[in-house]
Each structure stands twice: as C-alpha cells, then as structure tokens.
C-alpha cells in the first residue's frame, strides 16, 4: 500500500472514530436502518430539544405577529422583549402568569395601548407550552445581546 492510500485509509479510520464517539457521547445508540443507496440514521429528540422546538414553534405561530421574529417587537404592536426589563426581572413562573393573563389594551401598565390576549390568543395552550415559549423567547433575548 503506497503511502497516498495510507493517509486516505487514516484519515477514513479517523472520520468514522470521531462520528462513533459523537454518537456515543449522545447516550443510547441510534438505530442505524439500511438502504438500498444509504443509511438513514434514527436519533430520538431529547425531551428538551422537543420543548424548545415546541416553544419555537408557538412563538413562531402566535407571538411572532407583535414581538417579531427576533423578539425585538413590532412598533405598535408588542414590546421589544430584548430591551425590556420586565421580561428581564421576572421569574419564567412569573412569566407564564403573566402570557396566561394577558394584558388589556387599557391596562395601566400597557404601555403600546395593544391587547396581549390571554395564552396568545390561544386558550388551548397548557401551561408547560408557556413555558417552552418562555424559555425560546430566553434563548432569543440572549442571542440578542451577543
């Protein structure tokens, strides 16, 4: 074997070491079903990996139209959650009180005089689902501030 095929032989070996110890270090073994072209391989999400998706996927479907895509607001609409120090200074229980709520357009503490309905306007959300929403609208605040 000439030493071309060597390195190609190595650098195959060390390739497919790194994606055996990827895969390990993520907990139980994917199954791994063949193909008749490929392998597809089956990974169970984590359930935290579901619950920010789940979060992601209600923003994205009812807070998004007033707190916008980044949660940086939309003028006179929602408040720019970034910047805002009650989001900031309240506790995630605190704040799945408060989507729970809602706040009415003349509520003295509403400052763009725009109803938050109660659960986003979807009463069908437990409150685990505020939660998830809580915890995606974190990560987007942090995100926000790097």
Known sequence: MNNMSRSKLGLILV??????????ACGESPEIEPTATAFE???????EAATALTGAEIY?????????????????LGKDLAVS????????????????????ADHEDNSTGVAMPP??????????DLAAIVDYVRE???????
């Open 85 to 104: 120090e009650f989001f900031a200074e309240s506790s995630d229980a605190e704040l799945v009180e408060f989507i729970a709520e809602g706040r009415a």
């Open 15 to 24: 390739t497919m070491s790194i994606l055996l110890l990827t895969l390990s």
């Open 41 to 47: 391989v089956v990974v169970e999400p984590t359930e």
């Open 119 to 128: 659960r986003g306007g979807n009463p069908n959300l437990t409150d685990e």
């Open 140 to 146: 987007l605040v942090a995100a926000a501030g790097d």
């Open 60 to 76: 994205g479907g009812l807070c998004i139209a007033c707190h916008g895509p980044a949660a940086r607001g939309v003028p006179n």
